[in-house]
């Protein structure tokens, strides 16, 4: 539950019923801490260097536990502070003078960019030069009475925080009277929370006990979320020792550190025209700067760094041109896909075999490297230029391979057949590991398991099997014949088409739950593909058309046997003089952000469109023969493969 209460909370406590410290006296819990104490002979030291961390292995858990504000305060007071504005004054009091606007457009207020900048200036350890801005401009970054409040915080003076708290309350509310009452009731709750922790952890048990009884129970009377905080620190009366308390209540100590993090929480309460939110003037260039990035169409670089000196604008940076072809198979091409690494390429053709190819030095090509490829351009990534390489040829199918799946360490590979069968590969020196023979008809698809241990396979036997890669079979199931699967990166959800509905159905299996959802598409599926985030899913229909759906999580829908899956694009082909649909075409995402979706085709062509927009970018002509398969490589944005049905796999 989000607020007050934390992850050690119990999560049925009766409101009706008074907390254990709140019944009884001081002696008594000293004489119950006492035998916990007695019967305890691994009681641990108390570890005074967690008093004076800013960096405590428990405060990432005390951000998201106990201590955390509220979500539903946050969107309260984020909705107030939309509504209030300083009225021509600046927060700090100053003279209406300078309240003026500047820039191109004047929509920036002067008196907030000046302290915000003071503030980058701090923050960039150059407090003379922030205070001499601060002198030379007359504006304050915080008044006096926020730096004093500040200071009373990291002091420990509680008393005197919560008095000069009531005076920030009182002297905004004449400004700007839409400061939510229950933030100010929070703020106060989490400054005596510290009162009594820090009182705890000095074993003072009457200060803590009033603390708890006297001031914090006052503030949860009318609130349900505190009045549950309450029941669970008061079973921190039981703790045995200093250490232990730290454990429990996943709090660093009294030193510095807590009490910078009770002022980064106290900032998110109190109106940002009081207290400037933290690296205020380096989250809005980001901002801008993501924005910019949104708006460029051909972004595609592995380069995070973006110039702040002009607007960012890429040039086409989409690979275009064919690279490298690789000819060493003698039959169709039916499917293809780059290792995780982004060093290794695996295909399988109509010809039984399944041939893994490596990246090399373009300088450093093996007599093997050479067979079976023609082209002398290499892969490139700015840096440096490699060509692909024959590492292995893996025989042992006695049918069609129709598909193939990377294990999530590159360490093993899976290939699917219509010879019935799923064969486990090493990648190291190309031997068969398993040989899988549960299937009565052609495997069509496999998709690994997050844990590396497991993997999923579906074939048009209307079976899905889940293995483990000793041999074992450890879950079927039962439906319509399986064109496709995908695994959810996270390894929760097992999609798949179809589930014995429709040959429209797209089915969301729950691998924790054994719950299922479906989707129901326009047109008979022929393949799907899911984004890295597990967000979103591509899928391509007999149609020639390529739909984009967002499938957030179930869980987080409501209700949940409702599907709230929803429809975002729809990419249609272009320059098809005939819609047969006989094949299975696949696509995938591509691009440093996954910006791009490309696609192969019955035309023999491969076409690439923005993700978000859907404009149509590009469509490269190359291949003789129908197109099945794409993959972009995952770790360097400018280069993917196409498998056609002319033999051939294309390097772009």
């Known amino acids: 539950m989000d607020g007050f209460v934390s992850s050690h909370a119990p999560g049925g406590a009766n ?13 008594d819990l000293l004489t119950r801490r006492q035998s916990i104490i007695n019967s305890n002979s691994n009681t641990d030291e108390v570890i005074q260097e967690r008093k004076n961390s800013s960096v405590h292995p428990r405060k990432r858990a005390r951000l998201g536990g106990s201590l955390q504000m509220p979500h539903m305060i946050k969107d309260t007071l984020s909705n107030g502070n939309a509504e209030c504005q300083s009225n021509g004054k600046s927060s700090n009091g100053e003279a209406s003078s300078v309240d003026t606007h500047i820039g191109p457009q004047g929509l920036i207020h002067k008196v907030e960019f000046v302290r915000l900048i003071q503030q980058a200036l701090h923050d960039l350890g ?11 401009s007359g504006i304050q970054r915080q008044s006096d ?31 700007q009277p839409c400061w939510p009452s229950s933030s100010s009731q929070t703020a106060c709750f989490l400054i005596l929370e510290q009162k009594f922790l820090e009182a705890l952890e000095r074993e003072d ?10 001031e914090l129970g006052p503030l949860g009377e009318n609130d349900h979320e505190r009045r ?28 510095e550190g807590a009490r910078l993090l009770l002022l980064s929480q106290l900032q998110i309460l109190l109106p940002p025209t009081l207290m400037l939110p933290d690296h205020r003037l380096q989250h809005l260039v980001e901002q801008a700067l993501l924005a910019q990035k949104a708006l460029c169409a051909l972004h595609n670089t592995s380069n995070r760094h973006m110039s702040l000196l002009q607007d960012h604008q890429c040039h086409d940076q989409i690979p275009l041109l064919t690279s490298q072809i690789m000819e060493a198979h003698t039959d169709e091409v039916w499917h293809l896909g780059w290792s995780h690494s982004g060093q290794l390429l695996a295909s399988g053709s109509k010809d039984h075999t399944v041939r893994v190819w490596e990246l090399q030095p373009c300088s450093v090509l093996s007599a093997e490297g050479e067979v079976g490829s023609q082209g002398n351009g290499c892969v490139g990534d700015g ?22 799946a990377w294990s999530p ?60 890669i000793h041999g074992n079979e450890l879950r079927q199931w039962k439906g319509g014949r399986i064109n496709d699967l995908v695994v959810t990166p996270d390894g929760k959800y097992l999609v798949s088409t179809h589930g014995g509905l429709s040959e429209k159905s797209i089915v969301i299996h729950d691998l924790e739950s054994g719950t299922e959802e479906t989707i129901m598409e326009t047109h008979a599926i022929t393949s799907l593909h899911i984004s890295r985030d597990g967000r979103h899913l591509l899928v391509n229909l007999q149609c020639q058309e390529i739909h984009l759906w ?28 005939e819609k047969h649909g006989r094949f299975v075409i696949r696509s995938c995402f591509g691009g440093s952000d996954e910006s791009f979706i490309v696609s192969g085709s019955e035309d023999s062509q491969v076409y690439i469109w923005h993700g978000r927009t859907g404009d149509l970018l590009h469509v490269l002509p190359g291949h003789s023969g129908t197109v099945n398969a794409v993959s972009w490589n995952p770790t360097n944005p400018h280069v993917f493969a196409s498998a056609s049905d002319d033999h051939t796999i294309r390097i772009w």
């Open 15 to 27: 409101d009706s019923v008074e907390p254990l410290a709140l019944q009884i006296s001081s002696r």
């Open 126 to 136: 150059f407090q003379s030069i922030s205070k001499e801005l601060e002198e030379a």
């Open 145 to 175: 009475l926020i730096n004093e409040f500040s200071a009373e915080i990291m002091r420990g003076n509680w008393a005197k925080a919560l008095e000069l708290l009531q005076l920030i309350k009182e002297s905004h509310l004449e400004a």
């Open 205 to 214: 048990l009457d200060g803590a006990l009033h603390t708890l009884r006297q």
């Open 228 to 255: 549950r905080q309450l029941h669970w620190l008061a079973t921190l009366f039981m703790c045995t020792s200093t250490s232990d308390l730290y454990e429990k209540s996943s709090w660093c100590g009294s030193g």
């Open 383 to 404: 840096t440096s230029s490699h060509r692909l390489c024959l590492k292995h040829t893996l025989l042992g199918h006695s049918d069609a391979v129709a598909f193939v």
């Open 409 to 468: 360490d590159d360490s093993m590979l899976l290939s699917c057949s219509n010879d019935h069968l799923v064969q486990l590969w090493s990648v190291a020196d190309g031997r068969t590991l398993q040989i899988y023979a549960r299937h009565t008809d052609s495997v069509t698809t496999c998709a690994w398991l997050s844990c590396g241990q497991r993997f999923v396979t579906g074939g048009f036997d209307r079976n899905i099997y889940m293995w483990d």
């Open 550 to 577: 967002d499938i957030s999580d179930p869980k987080n829908r409501s209700p949940p046997s409702t599907i709230r899956a929803k429809k975002i694009m729809v990419f249609q082909f272009q320059g098809l003089q």
